[in-house]
């Protein structure tokens, strides 16, 4: 069975940093692609960073550009999203998925999801 455990989430004053990570059990993890994804108060979960087998390639939405980052360490089986820059508009809950296909905006399609970790950010 796939299970994805998210940790790192927290509470945050804006301009301040998180790092988040996502622990993968039951999968051949370097199959698979990664992505992470954030739930508002009031709004529907949207996706804002994915990245794919090797690390080697990329995907944030544009108002994560050049403020978050997301890697992955396949010899432990889990991927990162560092989180810096922090406004009170990223609070959120905060979750990891994983798909043999690449991540995209269209959630139903992807088969692995984490419970989700609470990033809270204060102004």
């Known amino acids: 069975q796939v299970q994805l455990v998210e940790s790192g989430g927290g509470w945050v004053q804006a301009g301040g940093s998180l790092r988040l990570s996502c622990a993968a059990s039951g999968v051949t993890f370097s199959n698979y692609y990664m992505g992470w994804f954030r739930q508002a108060p009031g709004k529907e979960r949207e996706l804002i960073a994915a990245i794919n087998w090797s690390g080697g390639s990329t995907y944030y939405a544009d108002s994560m550009k050049g403020r978050f980052t997301i890697s992955r360490d396949n010899a432990k089986n889990t991927v990162y999203l560092q989180m810096n820059s922090l406004k009170p508009e990223d609070t959120a809950v905060y979750y990891c998925?994983?798909?043999?296909?690449?991540?995209?905006?269209?959630?139903?399609?992807?088969?692995?999801w984490g419970k989700g970790t609470l990033v809270t950010v204060s102004s």
């Open positions: 998925a994983a798909d043999q296909l690449p991540i995209t905006t269209a959630q139903a399609n992807i088969p692995y």
